[in-house]
């Protein structure tokens, strides 16, 4: 499966995105979609995913009441809508699956498929 990410842009502290991460395989709903940031200099971070239904979604400590994951598997796409963002959320946000097979990964290495990533990046 081929992922695209997109929303990315820059925005002033406590401001909102809204993050898209399309899919081109129609057998999307079968897999669970994660967020994860990569800041420079520093090693990939797990942010947020969702299982195929949306019913299960896993976050990090960091961004729980703040962002948001949702899926709709209709229009094979994955959203991570960020709220209250701060300049330690500045990152490039990339998206990633894999087969769903019960649980929702809270770790890269259980993702097998991933996307270029979208530039986020919060002014102070």
């Known amino acids: 499966v081929q992922l695209q990410a997109s929303g990315g842009g820059l925005v002033q502290a406590g401001g909102s995105l809204r993050l898209s991460c399309a899919a081109s395989?129609?057998?999307?709903?079968?897999?669970?979609v994660g967020w994860f940031l990569q800041a420079p200099g520093k090693e990939r971070e797990f942010v947020a995913a969702?299982?195929?239904?949306?019913?299960?979604?896993v976050y990090a400590d960091s961004v729980k009441g703040r962002f948001t994951i949702s899926r709709d598997n209709a229009k094979d796409t994955v959203y991570l809508q960020m709220n209250s963002l701060k300049p330690d959320d500045t990152a490039v946000y990339l998206c990633?699956?894999?087969?769903?097979?019960?649980?929702?990964?809270?770790?890269?290495?259980?993702?097998?498929?991933w996307g270029r990533g979208t530039l986020v990046t919060v002014s102070s």
């Open positions: 990633a699956a894999t087969y769903d097979r019960g649980w929702v990964p809270g770790t890269s290495k259980e993702y097998g498929y």
């Open positions: 395989r129609r057998t999307f709903s079968s897999y669970v």
């Open positions: 969702i299982n195929w239904s949306g019913g299960s979604t």
